[in-house]
């Protein structure tokens, strides 16, 4: 959790924004080890705060973050994580218990498999400018970099490149109209399975 709590306050000191202690412990604890999340959701607080004097205390945070557990960038790190049985828990809790269209599911699995994929090969091309690293990746924001760099470690190019045409073959699935359900499902297995530790060897 102190890790969490140091990403929270790295990402607000870039942002600007004054949060109180515990709100950064609230934070830490809804939004978890979510790096784009966190993003979005302090910068979100950024807007607001700009209008309210003094630190943004637990109450106030509350009401506007998103605080679900079940979301599609989770999906994407249980994947990532080889933690199939979470991913699989999260594709239904997302179709049927929030009822989120496959699609937009996809969506952000595809943006976030091709922003990790991206910035590992480069790395391991041995980039070393941030800059030039995010340019490649599409990111707005350099300093993410750090982030994703943990995010990744333990994971090699080539095993994020296998998840491309899988997700490509779920866009083609779902759009011929096969049942959303059992494609993610079967899917995420697959994808999961490219991410198990004994796939980690290099």
């Known amino acids: 959790m102190d890790a969490l ?20 412990g609230f934070l830490a604890e809804a939004l978890g080890n979510d790096t784009r999340l966190i993003w979005n959701e302090l910068g979100k607080l950024k807007l607001y705060s700009e209008s309210q004097p003094g630190p943004l205390t637990v109450s106030q945070v509350e009401q ?20 199939t049985a979470q991913a699989l828990q999260l594709v239904a809790d997302l179709l049927l218990t929030h009822n989120e269209p496959a699609l937009k599911i996809l969506a952000t699995l595809t ?13 391991e091309a041995g980039e070393k400018d941030d800059k030039a690293i995010a340019a490649q990746a599409d990111l707005s924001n350099p300093k993410r970099l750090y982030f994703l760099r943990k995010e990744l470690r333990g994971i ?6 296998k998840t491309l045409p899988l997700l490509l073959e779920l866009e083609y699935q779902l759009k011929r109209g096969a049942d959303p359900y059992a494609s993610l499902q079967t899917k995420v297995m697959e994808l999961s399975s490219l991410f198990q530790p004994m796939h980690r060897r290099r």
């Open 111 to 123: 943006g976030q498999f091709r922003t990790w994929t991206l910035i590992k090969l480069s790395l």
């Open 156 to 161: 090699t190019g080539g095993q994020l490149l």
């Open 5 to 24: 709590i140091h990403q929270i306050q790295a990402i607000a000191q870039d942002l600007q924004l004054s949060l109180a202690a515990e709100t950064e």
């Open 64 to 83: 506007l973050v998103n605080t679900s557990t079940q979301n599609s960038l989770q999906l994407a790190q249980a994947i990532r994580d080889g933690e």
